[in-house]
């Protein structure tokens, strides 16, 4: 069973930064698709971005040019580096973990919230 732990949330001026962690235990990470996910309130969770195998990396046009997720497989750590955030970026942010060849997942973190003001 696969735990995972977002952790570096926080309140940030629009234009500034925050990098989200996503500690995994129970499961090395090396073997998972990791995706972010996020879930403003009264809005449906939004995907993030997700990093696969062969640290190949998916954004949507929301958050492209802005958000960049990477590994550190040694720490067993995903990370969400997010810049130039703004007010609608407000979220809970969510890590998950899931097979690399299915767009399901099987594991979820808590979440950290995220918050953005103008």
């Known amino acids: 069973q696969v735990q995972l732990l977002e952790s570096g949330g926080g309140l940030v001026q629009a234009g500034g930064s925050l990098r989200l962690s996503c500690a995994a235990s129970?499961?090395?990470?090396?073997?998972?698709?990791m995706g972010w996910f996020r879930r403003a309130p009264g809005k449906e969770r939004e995907f993030v971005g997700r990093t696969s195998l062969g640290s190949s990396v998916l954004y949507p046009e929301s958050v492209k040019g802005r958000f960049t997720i990477s590994r550190d497989n040694a720490k067993n750590t995903v990370y969400l580096q997010m810049n130039s955030l703004k007010p609608e970026d407000t979220a809970v942010y969510y890590c998950a973990a899931g097979q690399p060849r299915s767009i399901l997942y099987d594991y979820w973190g808590r979440g950290t919230q995220v918050t953005v003001s103008s």
């Open positions: 129970g499961g090395s990470i090396v073997s998972y698709a």
